[in-house]
């Protein structure tokens, strides 16, 4: 739930009763600004024409199980470690991207910054940290309200040799 205000230079956006007695985040001309509660169906910004509000959430993409078909059997089952991540992504800000190993997350900034060209860069290349795990999944969050359109991963990982 939300709304977006897009006219000239205000202090004041209005029309929230919706939200009313909500904290909201606000991101205004391209910058997050502080978060802010609702009273009497309007917040007080820092000046801006072009403005999006509305209820915070993280965004979190989980990529699916490293899965890939050997000769007599496939990789899903063994032991692996991700060594870097290259996240490509579009039209996006900030972010963070790394791994999940026993509950906890090993995240690193992505940097990201916004462009209507897909970004895929080295300066995009993060090396990880995390042990060996079955699952190996690559975790992308961004818990900014702003855009973010992550659009591949490429993983570079170790598979532990069998005994």
Known sequence: AGITYDSTATTTITGLGHLEGET??????????????????????????????????????????????????????????????VVRFIRSL?????????GTEYLQDLGATFSDEAQDTDANKRLTTGGFSEDAYTTIIS??????????TIISFEVEERR
């Open 94 to 102: 900030l972010g963070s991207a790394g791994q999940e190993y026993g």
């Open 143 to 152: 818990a900014d309200p702003v855009p973010f359109t992550p659009l591949s």
């Open 24 to 85: 909201v985040a606000v991101f205004a001309d391209g910058l997050v600004q502080d978060t802010k509660v609702v009273s009497s169906s309007q917040i007080t910004i820092v000046s801006a024409s072009t403005v999006q509000v509305g209820l915070p959430y993280t965004m979190k993409v989980r990529t699916m199980r490293l899965s890939v078909p050997t000769q007599n059997e496939t990789l899903q089952t063994r032991i692996k470690r991700i060594n870097s991540t």
